[in-house]
C-alpha cells in the first residue's frame, strides 16, 4: 500500500443515470410544491426531448402506477421514484406504455415506459419529468448534476451513506 493510498476515501456512493435524453435540471424548477419543495425527497428533473424512460442504475421494480405516468424502483439501497409530467395521472394511462412489470428485476438502461410527450403536451400538461430519492434522509449526502443536456445513462446525482 503506498502512502497517497491512505487518503483515498473509501467510495460507498451510488450514481443514478439520467432516465431520459433532454436537459437535466434542478428538482427546485419543478412547478409542483410535492417535488419542486422536496416533499418526496431531493432528486433532479428532466425536460424530456424524446419520451423513452430508462432505468437509471440497476435495481427492482418497486411498483408501477396502473395509469402508466408513474413508476418507483429500488437501486441498492435507493428508493427512486421517477414521474412522468406533471398531473399526468388525469391522462389515465392513454399516452404512455408500460415496459415493465412490479418485482421485475431491470439493469441500468433498459427501457421502462415509453409516453408520447407530444398527447401529454396536447392535454395541456407540463412534461417536466421529476427523479425522487424517496428515501433521501437514508443519505448524507445528495449531489446533483443539473443544469445541462444528458442522454440516458449521463451521471445525474450521486448519493453516500
Known amino acids: ?39 418526496l425527497g431531493k432528486g433532479i428533473a428532466i425536460i424530456p426531448s424524446d419520451g423513452r424512460v430508462y432505468a437509471p442504475a440497476d435495481g427492482v421494480i418497486s411498483t408501477v402506477f396502473p395509469t402508466g405516468h408513474a413508476l418507483g424502483m429500488t437501486a441498492g439501497d435507493v428508493e427512486l421514484l421517477i414521474h412522468i409530467g406533471l398531473d399526468t395521472v388525469e391522462l389515465n394511462g392513454e399516452p404512455f406504455t408500460i415496459r415493465v412489470s412490479a418485482d421485475q428485476a431491470v439493469k441500468k438502461g433498459d427501457l421502462l415506459i415509453e409516453a ?11 412534461i417536466i419529468t421529476p427523479m425522487v430519492v424517496c ?7 445528495i449531489e446533483c448534476f443539473s443544469e445541462r443536456e444528458v442522454e440516458p445513462g449521463d451521471d445525474v446525482m450521486k448519493l453516500n451513506h
Open 1 to 39: 500500500m503506498g502512502l497517497f493510498d491512505l487518503f483515498k476515501k473509501k467510495d460507498s456512493g451510488i450514481v443514478l443515470g439520467a432516465p431520459m435524453k433532454g436537459k437535466c435540471v434542478s428538482i427546485h424548477e419543478v412547478p409542483d410544491p410535492t417535488f419542486g419543495e422536496e416533499i
Open 116 to 126: 408520447d410527450l407530444e398527447k401529454i403536451r396536447a392535454a395541456g400538461k407540463n
Open 135 to 141: 428515501n433521501s434522509d437514508a443519505w448524507s449526502e
